[in-house]
């Protein structure tokens, strides 16, 4: 079965009866945090009773760490909920994105007979976010979503074009949807998060995930920012109740304590980054200039197979609308890993 995105390490077990090293997923590569792992543990006392429809613990952890009020939080079942939710709850006749970027943007607007119209990024721009989509956004859009930064391209928007994008949203009647999940693995996510905006612009929702930083993948949690507490409200009636686990709960409540791990990752990603992009680049490939905790990368040579066989995942990129089979995403891990993966390109590729 073929799979729309990357991780599946479970198949790989069921192949190989062994876990892979799994550069297909991009999530931070220091594991699930102590005190996350010792609040899920703690937590599994209390799991005979139902979790808190309301989140209101969480909610109000995440709304101190913002500086923003709790009313303006929800909490989901990763930050995929959140975006099926929203599109549920506004069901939008029209849609803008980028192309290539996150599958379930336009799965989403799909299940609600949305017109989707994409704004597909060029690899001579290196796939970049420019005036052309800030001039896309039309009359009959009704919801424009970007990621930031893009996935999986690893880029960035401008600043000043992302607030001319927001501007141009609040002029036409749109809702703003960005997707900030991998917005903490920047150099300096507070220079470039649109969380400042909210307040002023009610049509704006920002998307974040314990997912990627944290490690917590397999817990499923995220959240969504709003100041319209009417279209918050619409997005919990829109889906299932107790959608976050109290395990879940707990563990985001600890998470976000964790400064010193955040700040550890954010130094290894840094610098493993420059590592793996290098290592790409002296192997003959072109590689976009990401930003994020993964690279982009074109190569000529069939990659996922040979991979495999020696024990790596890497995630082909031919199912992003914009991309072909020749693109591929690589998440950025430790050193000695990345040193794995760039070995086995050099034996593939010689």
């Known amino acids: 079965m073929q799979l729309v995105h990357g991780g599946d390490w479970a198949g790989f077990e069921t192949e190989y009866g062994r876990p892979p090293l799994d550069f297909s997923a991009n999530v931070s590569p220091l594991g699930v945090p102590e005190a996350v792992q010792r609040a899920v543990q703690e937590a599994v006392s209390v799991a005979d009773r139902y979790p808190?429809?309301?989140?209101?613990?969480?909610?109000?952890?995440?709304?101190?760490?913002?500086?923003?009020?709790?009313?303006?939080?929800?909490c989901g079942n990763g930050a995929a909920d959140l975006i099926w939710r929203l599109a549920a709850a506004v069901c939008p006749r029209e849609a803008l994105i980028p192309a290539p970027t996150f599958a379930e943007y336009e799965a989403a607007l799909n299940s609600v007979?949305?017109?989707?119209?994409?704004?597909?990024?060029?690899?001579?721009?290196?796939?970049a976010i420019d005036e052309s989509f800030v001039e896309a956004i039309t009359t009959q859009t009704g919801m424009v979503f970007l990621c930031e930064p893009n996935n999986p391209t690893g880029r960035t928007t401008p600043v000043p074009i992302l607030r001319r994008i927001l501007d141009r949203c609040t002029a036409v009647g749109a809702l703003l949807v960005v997707d900030e999940c991998f917005m903490d693995f920047l150099d300096d996510p507070a220079a470039h998060t649109l969380l400042p905006q909210l307040k002023d612009h009610p049509n704006l929702v920002i998307l974040k995930a314990f997912t990627k930083l944290y490690a917590m993948a397999g817990i499923r949690l995220g959240y969504a920012l709003c100041s319209d507490e009417t279209l918050l409200e619409r997005m919990r009636l829109a889906g299932p109740p107790w959608s976050v686990s109290s395990l879940a709960q707990e563990a985001g409540c600890a998470a976000l304590g964790e400064k010193k791990y955040v700040q550890q990752v954010r130094a290894l990603i840094r610098s493993q980054r420059i590592l793996l992009r290098q290592g790409l680049e002296s192997l003959g490939l072109g590689v976009i200039p990401g930003e994020a905790n993964y690279l982009?990368?074109?190569?000529?040579?069939?990659?996922?197979?040979?991979?495999?066989?020696?024990?790596?995942?890497?995630?082909?990129?031919?199912?992003?609308?914009?991309l072909d089979d020749n693109w591929y995403r690589t998440a950025v891990r430790t050193e000695p890993e990345n040193r794995r993966l760039l070995a086995a390109l050099e034996e593939i590729l010689a």
């Open 113 to 127: 007979h949305c017109r989707v119209k994409r704004h597909y990024l060029l690899p001579e721009s290196n796939f």
């Open 296 to 322: 982009l990368f074109r190569c000529t040579v069939p990659l996922l197979q040979p991979l495999r066989e020696r024990g790596i995942l890497l995630r082909g990129c031919g199912n992003y609308l914009g």
């Open 52 to 74: 808190d429809p309301l989140c209101r613990k969480l909610r109000q952890a995440i709304g101190e760490t913002a500086g923003i009020s709790p009313a303006w939080v929800l």
